[in-house]
T-cell receptor, first 114, second 114 residues
Framework: EPEVTQTPSHQVTQMGQEVILRCVPISNHLYFYWYRQILGQKVEFLVSFYNNEISEKSEIFDDQFSVERPDGSNFTLKIRSTKLEDSAMYFC????????????FGEGSRLTVL | DAKTTQPNSMESNEEEPVHLPCNHSTISGTDYIHWYRQLPSQGPEYVIHGLTSNVNNRMASLAIAEDRKSSTLILHRATLRDAAVYYCILRAGGGGTSYGKLTFGQGTILTVHP
């Protein structure tokens, strides 16, 4: 069964460092998303991406965050200068349809900022 | 985003049916009712979705009230693997630029006893 894969599974970084989280969405999917979940809290939407541009972003997704699809298969989330409060599980998701289809989530990348 | 209300927690015994309720009194005509679940230490997983009619799939059934202001996710025979947080989410059905993002609430923690 096709699945969304994310790397790394866990990354530890120092505050102020840049981090890139990578995702390989399901191959025929057109809509891509990043969500995050701080430990013990709810899953929060960060950004959606379609047709090589951001279609929607939340208040959390400030100038420190960026996304791109550099090679047509990978979908990356970059955090330019990490803060302690960026420590969370980051989930990538993809879907074939923008409105009615199901989202397929990856297993997540745990980011720990020290 | 239209809001949903779910019980914080529910308990069930293995091999018994489970009915997980969700209220969404402010649902709009184009909102789809989605259910996702999150097993411990995993990403959210799609369960089922519907618009107006009841829906069945291999995982569960979704019963939607005639006025669409509430719905019930039915697990026909709970297993230990069904222990998870279950999220009832309204997803915009089209138009605008939301591209159908999911807004997660706190969900219902389902405990399944052997």
């Amino acid at each position: 069964e096709p699945e969304v894969t994310q790397t790394p599974s866990h990354q530890v970084t120092q505050m102020g460092q840049e981090v890139i989280l990578r995702c390989v969405p399901i191959s025929n999917h057109l809509y891509f998303y990043w969500y995050r979940q701080i430990l013990g809290q709810k899953v929060e939407f960060l950004v959606s991406f379609y047709n090589n541009e951001i279609s929607e972003k939340s208040e959390i997704f400030d100038d420190q965050f960026s996304v791109e699809r550099p090679d047509g298969s990978n979908f990356t989330l970059k955090i330019r200068s990490t803060k302690l409060e960026d420590s969370a599980m980051y989930f990538c998701a993809s879907s074939v349809a923008g409105y009615t289809g199901e989202l397929f989530f990856g297993e997540g990348s745990r980011l720990t900022v020290l | 985003d239209a809001k949903t209300t779910q019980p914080n927690s529910m308990e069930s015994n293995e091999e018994e049916p489970v009915h997980l309720p969700c209220n969404h009194s402010t649902i709009s005509g184009t909102d789809y009712i989605h259910w996702y679940r999150q097993l411990p230490s995993q990403g959210p997983e799609y369960v089922i979705h519907g618009l107006t009619s009841n829906v069945n799939n291999r995982m569960a059934s979704l019963a939607i009230a005639e006025d669409r202001k509430s719905s019930t996710l039915i697990l026909h025979r709970a297993t230990l693997r069904d222990a998870a947080v279950y999220y009832c989410i309204l997803r915009a059905g089209g138009g605008g630029t939301s591209y159908g993002k999911l807004t997660f609430g706190q969900g219902t923690i389902l405990t399944v006893h052997p």
